[in-house]
């Protein structure tokens, strides 16, 4: 069985090739203009992300040894991950003070979830095992997060006047919201759904490879992989329910854009 240091051995090769990797990205992207709705470029955004991943990857692993044997500081370091999740999410959502929101998904989806590992033993606490599980889910959430919460709001966007239409009609505000914003707040489970069902035929998701490398059986990094991606699907269904339920009720939102009077 390989070694993970002989499938990925860390040196000067890996550095350089990941730098050519970052550049042809950022090259590939600025090339073809790739931009966001809000009409930034994602070519500064690759550089920026793949940067700060080096520098925050070099962090952690410094300090995860030390992390992991304190209860108190293995408790900061996972409000960490959740903290930083809520800003991220909730920016990508929405540039106004409701950000702030995307904390229920998120901590909705992950809380019980995580609960439930540690009253049955399935997870013990433990830093080694705790951290990167829930990582894992916190990753999961910020995702479905993300992807309902702009899908709504950009559906609720170009469709206002179907909403209007339907309030007219005796709709709630809220009742009008969800029918036109939960078929694309819905879509958000997609990559999930397709992750799972082509598991094992398309990919090898990074858990059952990394079982694989730190020397565990074929069967036992099936069942371990087969475990992450059914959590994963509870967090993100219940993400993209709360995020859709928010935006309903107009908890997290977007300013409607200001018209330019003619002249």
Same mark, same amino acid.
């Given at each position: 069985? !390989?070694?993970?240091?002989?499938? &990925?051995?860390?040196?000067?090769?890996?550095?350089?090739?990941?730098?050519?990797?970052?550049?042809?990205? =950022?090259? /590939?992207?600025? *090339?073809?203009?790739?931009?966001?709705?809000?009409?930034?470029?994602?070519?500064?955004?690759?550089? #920026?992300?793949?940067?700060?991943?080096?520098?925050?990857?070099?962090?952690?692993?410094?300090?995860? $040894?030390?992390?992991?044997?304190?209860?108190?500081?293995?408790?900061?370091?996972? !409000? &960490? %991950?959740?903290? #930083?999740?809520?800003?991220?999410?909730?920016?990508?959502?929405?540039?106004?003070?409701?950000?702030?929101?995307?904390? /229920?998904?998120?901590?909705?989806?992950?809380?019980?979830?995580?609960?439930?590992?540690?009253?049955?033993?399935?997870?013990?606490?433990?830093?080694?095992?705790?951290?990167? +599980?829930?990582?894992?889910?916190?990753?999961?959430? @910020?995702?479905?997060? =993300?992807?309902?919460?702009?899908?709504?709001?950009?559906? @609720?966007?170009?469709?206002?006047?179907? /909403?209007?239409?339907?309030?007219? @009609? $005796?709709?709630?505000?809220?009742?009008?919201? !969800?029918?036109?914003?939960?078929?694309?707040?819905?879509?958000?489970?997609?990559?999930?759904?397709?992750?799972?069902?082509? +598991? $094992?035929?398309?990919?090898?998701?990074?858990?059952? +490879?990394? %079982?694989?490398?730190? $020397?565990?059986?074929? *069967?036992?990094?099936?069942?371990?992989? %087969?475990? +992450?991606?059914?959590?994963? %699907?509870?967090?993100?269904?219940?993400?993209?329910?709360?995020?859709?339920? *928010?935006?309903?009720?107009?908890? &997290?939102?977007?300013?409607?854009?200001?018209?330019?009077?003619?002249?």
């Amino acid at each position: 069985m !390989l070694a993970a240091e002989v499938l &990925l051995p860390v040196d000067t090769t890996l550095g350089v090739v990941l730098a050519a990797l970052l550049v042809a990205a =950022v090259t /590939v992207a600025a *090339l073809a203009r790739l931009i966001g709705d809000r009409g930034r470029g994602y070519a500064r955004q690759i550089a #920026v992300a793949g940067l700060r991943a080096a520098a925050q990857l070099a962090v952690v692993s410094a300090l995860i $040894g030390w992390v992991v044997r304190a209860a108190p500081l293995l408790l900061c370091f996972v !409000l &960490l %991950m959740f903290a #930083v999740a809520v800003r991220t999410a909730g920016r990508r959502v929405t540039d106004n003070a409701t950000w702030w929101w995307a904390a /229920v998904p998120i901590g909705g989806a992950v809380l019980p979830v995580v609960a439930v590992l540690l009253l049955t033993g399935l997870v013990p606490y433990r830093g080694i095992a705790l951290i990167p +599980v829930t990582g894992i889910l916190i990753g999961g959430g @910020l995702t479905a997060t =993300v992807l309902a919460g702009r899908r709504a709001l950009d559906e @609720l966007s170009t469709r206002h006047g179907e /909403v209007e239409a339907a309030m007219a @009609l $005796g709709f709630l505000d809220r009742e009008a919201r !969800l029918e036109i914003a939960r078929p694309a707040a819905s879509d958000a489970l997609l990559p999930g759904l397709d992750q799972t069902r082509t +598991v $094992g035929l398309v990919t090898l998701p990074g858990a059952f +490879v990394g %079982m694989l490398l730190g $020397g565990a059986s074929p *069967l036992l990094a099936g069942a371990v992989q %087969m475990f +992450v991606l059914v959590a994963l %699907m509870a967090v993100q269904v219940v993400a993209v329910a709360l995020t859709l339920e *928010l935006i309903a009720r107009g908890l &997290l939102h977007r300013e409607a854009p200001t018209e330019v009077p003619v002249p």
